[in-house]
């Protein structure tokens, strides 16, 4: 192989990563907010949002204060412009298998119900969507 093919093959190698999958992305707008549980900030909810005109669901899962974002794909953030089903549920964590001192499996700690019936939907722009819950 001579210089002028190897340059040839790395311009081409450069090209074919540079373009990625050749799946294109959809607008986006990111999407933050905090979920709490009868007033108080909850962790481990995960919150989906739902495209109404198709495409990528997209969640996140709130941290220790009940802040949630939304997260497109890794290095990503957002959720998919226009109307949203919103969704809301507990995440599985590692965590839900705990053991005893002897390393026996035992259930988890109940965690409080979360309303059946709760159906939300949100506008997401492409800017500025800051969207909370509070769960009753």
């Given at each position: 192989m001579n210089r002028r093919q190897a340059v040839l093959g790395?311009?081409?190698v450069t090209l074919?990563?540079?373009c990625g999958?050749?799946?294109e992305v959809p607008p986006l707008g990111k999407v933050t907010g905090v979920v709490t549980l009868n007033g108080t900030p909850t962790a481990g909810?995960?919150?989906?949002?739902?495209?109404?005109?198709g495409g990528k669901t997209v969640e996140g899962v709130t941290n220790d204060k009940g802040e949630y974002s939304l997260q497109y794909n890794e290095g990503l953030e957002g959720a998919i412009v226009g109307v949203n089903d919103v969704t809301l549920s507990w995440a599985e964590t590692d965590e839900e298998v705990q053991r005893d001192k002897n390393g026996e499996p035992h259930p988890p700690t109940p965690k409080p119900a979360l309303p059946d019936s709760?159906?939300?939907?949100a506008t997401v722009?492409?800017?500025?969507?800051?969207?909370?819950?509070?769960l009753k």
């Open positions: 790395l311009a081409l074919v990563a540079a999958s050749g799946v909810i995960n919150v989906a949002f739902h495209p109404q005109a709760y159906e939300k939907t722009k492409a800017e500025g969507n800051t969207y909370n819950f509070d």
